[in-house]
């Protein structure tokens, strides 16, 4: 649809500002997690594999927060569409 080519500058600013709120709130999950990868590379060298891909997974997450945004924004949009039909 042409009014979210419009908006896309706005969405991906949002989608900016979600996930740096999430890094602040989520400081101390991240921080562990972090901590804990660590521990378990220096102590258990032989998972460096296992340990890899679930850190590019923990990662993909702002993946997921992109998403979750652009489809509470559709769906919020098509909504208001719907009741100013009726």
Excluded: N
């Amino acid at each position: 649809m042409e009014v979210y080519k419009w908006l896309e500058p706005s969405i991906k600013a949002r989608v900016k500002e979600i996930k740096e709120d999430c890094k602040i709130k989520y400081r101390k999950t991240f921080s562990e997690f972090e901590k804990v990868h660590q521990d378990m590379l220096k102590s258990h060298p032989e998972v460096f594999d296992e340990l890899l891909r679930l850190e590019t997974l923990f990662i993909e997450k702002d993946q997921l927060i992109d998403h979750a945004y652009r489809c509470g924004f559709r769906d919020g949009v098509e909504l208001l569409k719907y009741v100013q039909s009726r």
